[in-house]
């Protein structure tokens, strides 16, 4: 199963949990489109916390991307922004 992951959905979920205060499991599996997929969105969830890209905090009920969390999307956000660069100069070169 974790073979399966898509890098999207990991996007999607820190994103979720970063710019909303009320991030709880409904609102990320929902964000997410995981609603068929409930085990599946834990597990996702499993593996960031223990990355320490998202913390959970029991006494809101709400998952927050961590300092490490916005550092992984500014990176990701980055390198998709290059290669989509990259792909219009190269379009432009044909």
Do not use: C, W
């Amino acid at each position: 199963m974790i073979s399966e992951h898509r890098p999207t959905t990991v996007v999607k979920i820190l994103e979720t949990a970063f710019f909303n205060n009320e991030a709880n499991l409904r609102k990320l599996i929902d964000k997410s489109r995981l609603t068929e997929y409930p085990e599946k969105m834990k597990l996702y969830l499993l593996i960031l916390e223990n990355s320490g890209l998202i913390a959970y905090h029991k006494t809101d009920g709400v998952y927050r991307t961590t300092y490490k969390g916005m550092h992984f999307l500014r990176t990701y956000n980055h390198t998709f922004d290059l290669l989509s660069n990259f792909e219009k100069s190269q379009e432009m070169k044909v």
